[in-house]
Structures are given as structure tokens and as C-alpha cells.
């Protein structure tokens, strides 16, 4: 296709330079929701980082509190008490010792508080006490 100028010379159109203001504008609004998009999705990433962490966070003080109850479930003179809690600014945690004799079960559940819900890590673990 062919372009008539001015000055009465023809051109093919894919000859002329430039862009219209229309296809600068949909180039920009394209960009707009390229960059907008990219944003929510960093924001989004960060939050479940943040999630993921405090997760994390909840599941090493389980661990570490199953283990220290471990440790000391068989222990006559040091033996943990039969439950208990104790409560944190982000964690909340909750345990019980239950058995008698050689067999003891611990149950050990942390809560983490997060921004829109609270999610909870449950472990346990059976000890054999020597007699």
C-alpha cells in the first residue's frame, strides 16, 4: 500500500518513520499492566516468604521443645510436668507428657500467629524410659 505526501510523491507506508500517537498509547498502557502486574506479584512473594518463615520459626521451637521433653521424660528427678504452655509474641506453645513406666508419649504443638490466619505444627514422639 502506498502513501500520497504534499508534495505529490508516493510511498509504501512501511517506508514512513515513526509511530502514531495510538500505537504509543497502546505500547504505554501494555507496559502500564506489565509493570502493575510484576508489583502484585512481588508483594505476593514477599508475604508468602514472611508465611514461610514464621513457619519455619514454629517448627524449630517444636522440635527443640520435643527434644528437651525427650530428654527428660524418663528422668525421675527432672521429669517434665504432665503438661503445659507457655505463650510468645508470635508463637504459642502447648505440650503434654502422657505414660507410665517405660513408655511415655510427648505431643507438642506450636501456633504461629500470622497475618490473616494462625497454623499449627503437631509433633510427637514415644519414648522407651530404662528401667
Request: one cysteine or more.
Amino acid at each position: 500500500m502506498t502513501h500520497a505526501t504534499s508534495a505529490g510523491i508516493t510511498r509504501p507506508r512501511a517506508a514512513r518513520r515513526g509511530a502514531t500517537l495510538v500505537e504509543l498509547t497502546v505500547a504505554i498502557l501494555i507496559l502500564s499492566v506489565g509493570v502493575l502486574a510484576l508489583a502484585g506479584s512481588t508483594g505476593a512473594a514477599a508475604r508468602t516468604s514472611d508465611e514461610a518463615y514464621r513457619l519455619e520459626l514454629a517448627a524449630v521451637a517444636a522440635r527443640s521443645r520435643l527434644e528437651n521433653l525427650a530428654a527428660l521424660a524418663c528422668d525421675s528427678t527432672a521429669a517434665p510436668a504432665a503438661s503445659g504452655a507457655q505463650d510468645g509474641a508470635a508463637l504459642q506453645e502447648r505440650w503434654t507428657v502422657t505414660g507410665t513406666g517405660r513408655r511415655k508419649s510427648i505431643r507438642v504443638a506450636v501456633t504461629v500467629r500470622g497475618r490473616a490466619v494462625a497454623r499449627e505444627i503437631v509433633l510427637g514422639r514415644t519414648v522407651a524410659c530404662r528401667p
